[in-house]
């Protein structure tokens, strides 16, 4: 998991790393805010006029696609992220029973259809629409694993297992070098 601690002076080192690589590509504004998210964990605010200005858009029409797609976030997630699938298959199998117990549980609240973040900052929430596992439903991934036929019972039993076999938060050092920015840049 990415580790979302970083200064905006680092998010803006490693946003701008991205740009280098991917500013000429067609279409370039999601494969860039895919890896700056993929990077740093979310889509910082403060970055959002750095990759409008070298894309030549406004900032509201890069803020609107952060915004539009609930895969992104603006604001650093949780040391763990759970997602709960609440498309059709899932929800007739019980994802909504799932997704109430997932909040209580985890001490977040969803509102809009979107996430929300435990106030320890320990979880965060987010419903999803569609993880592929209609057959075997609900479904949830915890910490980008993905768990099929999931009960409440079962959901508690994989809260225990978060981050095992993760290396933990990525040290800054890390995100630099997965972004190809030197120490200092």
Do not use: K
């Amino acid at each position: 998991m990415p580790n979302p601690a970083t200064t905006p002076v680092d998010a803006q080192a490693i946003t701008g790393a991205v740009l280098a690589r991917r500013a000429a590509e067609p279409g370039a504004l999601l494969p860039i805010l895919h890896e700056v998210q993929d990077t740093l964990g979310h889509v910082p605010r403060e970055v959002v006029p750095q990759i409008a200005d070298a894309l030549n858009l406004s900032r509201a029409e890069v803020h609107g696609v952060v915004t539009y797609y609930h895969h992104f976030r603006s604001e650093a997630p949780g040391r763990h992220v759970v997602q709960v699938c609440r498309a059709e298959a899932c929800q007739a199998m019980g994802a909504d029973a799932l997704f109430e117990h997932a909040q209580q549980r985890l001490g977040c609240h969803a509102h809009g259809g979107h996430g929300s973040t435990s106030a320890d900052g320990a979880f965060t929430l987010n419903p999803v629409f569609c993880l592929g596992l209609c057959a075997s439903s609900p479904a949830v991934v915890i910490d980008d694993r993905l768990h099929a036929r999931v009960t409440p019972e079962r959901f508690d039993q994989l809260l225990p297992q978060a981050g095992e076999g993760a290396s933990g938060s990525d040290s800054l050092s890390r995100l630099r070098e997965r972004a190809g920015v030197r120490a200092g840049a």
